[in-house]
């Protein structure tokens, strides 16, 4: 129970980072991937965006703390939707319109964290050590099959979607996150300071690294062309399935015995990945309003500065 409430209080932090760092890109010249040096620059020297990304990465620390304090199966897909709700509530406070499916999406929402929550009530086992083999492989495959669809994808002039795009940083923060659960275990294991040695011993923080940088310039090139509330729950949904039957087999975690209680999970779990395609809207719509109104905003530069 405590993971589970940890995980929700760190995708709340995590959304308020999320949200200034998409009106922050909205604001600032066009990112590509294919121009690496041209994208930390716009990024890195953008305060509203570097003040955003401070909040998301306490939110991701809050979530690597959850992981070892509960199941990967119980923990991810909370922080996915609690991201995805919260998405919504600051969507509609600054004004913007939602889909049907979106409202529908708030309905469900509490629905899916009582099942999960219920289903941890019979003492749920929580791995703490991965297949460590297995799990580098896994990692670094999946970092270099993202690089390599998206570059091809989107390589020589031609169009790669928001939606695409945010599915191949989905894996790429999913596999960051399988060494954020890493991390996780060692510290329910050792405790914060007793930790710090076997963390930069093992290969959890140098991965994490790797998928953390590739998942992280992949999303916001995908936010910067829509907005959170459907660039968001689809990286969401592709990093969350992937994390957690990953993070299930890699770290030997079982699921419930009890039929009520895996069917609680199973429940929960797939109504979290409701409510993340719920949200995610007419993507074409949404990336030609954002386009537009990127457009209008850079058009009006030079027409203020003609007339100072």
């Known amino acids: 129970m405590i993971g589970l409430l940890v995980a929700l209080l760190s995708a709340v932090v995590y959304t308020v980072g999320l949200t200034v760092e998409q009106r922050a890109l909205h604001g600032s010249e066009s990112i590509s991937i294919h121009r690496p040096l041209h994208l930390a620059r716009v990024l890195l020297t953008n305060p509203r965006w570097v003040f955003g990304c401070f909040f998301a990465a306490v939110g991701s620390v809050g979530l690597i703390v959850a992981l070892g304090l509960a199941p990967v199966s119980v923990v991810q897909p909370a922080f996915a939707a609690g991201v995805a709700c919260g998405i919504l509530v600051l969507t509609l406070l600054l004004g913007e319109r939602l889909t049907r499916g979106e409202y529908v999406a708030l309905a469900v929402m509490p629905v899916a964290l009582g099942l999960l929550s219920l289903s941890t009530a019979d003492g749920a086992e929580t791995g703490t050590s991965a297949r460590t083999p297995l799990l580098i492989l896994v990692s670094l495959a999946t970092v270099v099959l993202c690089l390599a669809v998206v570059g091809l994808a989107?390589?020589?002039?031609?169009?790669?979607?928001?939606?695409?795009?945010?599915?191949?940083?989905?894996?790429?923060?999913?596999?960051?996150?399988?060494?954020?659960?890493?991390?996780?275990?060692?510290?329910?294991?050792?405790?914060?300071?007793?930790?710090?040695?076997?963390?930069?011993?093992?290969?959890?923080?140098?991965?994490?690294?790797?998928?953390?940088?590739?998942?992280?310039?992949?999303?916001?090139?995908?936010?910067?062309?829509?907005?959170?509330?459907?660039?968001?729950?689809?990286?969401?949904?592709?990093?969350?399935?992937?994390?957690?039957?990953?993070?299930?087999?890699?770290?030997?975690?079982?699921?419930?015995?009890?039929?009520?209680?895996?069917?609680?999970?199973?429940?929960?779990?797939?109504?979290?990945?409701?409510?993340?395609?719920?949200?995610?809207?007419?993507?074409?719509?949404?990336?030609?309003?954002?386009?537009?109104?990127?457009?209008?905003?850079?058009?009006?530069?030079?027409?203020?500065?003609?007339?100072?």
Do not use: C
């Open 154 to 308: 989107g390589g020589r002039g031609r169009y790669m979607s928001a939606a695409a795009m945010g599915v191949a940083a989905g894996f790429a923060q999913g596999s960051a996150g399988l060494q954020g659960k890493g991390l996780g275990g060692l510290l329910a294991e050792h405790g914060l300071w007793n930790a710090i040695a076997p963390a930069l011993l093992s290969p959890y923080p140098y991965l994490y690294a790797l998928g953390w940088a590739v998942g992280i310039v992949l999303f916001q090139t995908s936010l910067q062309r829509s907005r959170a509330s459907v660039t968001a729950p689809v990286a969401n949904v592709a990093g969350n399935v992937f994390m957690v039957v990953m993070g299930t087999v890699l770290f030997g975690e079982r699921l419930p015995e009890d039929p009520a209680m895996l069917a609680l999970r199973v429940g929960g779990f797939a109504l979290t990945l409701v409510v993340i395609v719920l949200v995610r809207g007419n993507v074409a719509q949404v990336e030609a309003d954002i386009g537009r109104r990127r457009a209008r905003a850079a058009s009006s530069v030079p027409e203020d500065a003609d007339h100072s």
